[in-house]
């Protein structure tokens, strides 16, 4: 992988974290407030673990396998 892209990988890495960690605060909001919104909250979470999963791609991309 040349540079250019590992930057364009590690930058898109860091804007989705940024997005995981902006929905944790939103969710743990919505958990506190008086009128739990279970709709919202399982909109939230759902995209939070599409969030999780497209991290998790990135990582697996920028770090290569391990030959045994």
Excluded: V
């Amino acid at each position: 992988m040349d540079t250019e892209a590992e930057a364009e990988l590690r930058a898109r890495l860091a804007e989705l974290r940024q997005q995981h960690r902006d929905l944790d605060g939103m969710i743990a909001k919505l958990e506190q407030g008086s009128s739990r919104d279970q709709l919202q909250l399982t909109r939230l979470k759902k995209q939070k673990l599409l969030l999780k999963d497209q991290i998790q791609k990135i990582i697996d991309k920028l770090i290569p396998p391990i030959i045994a």
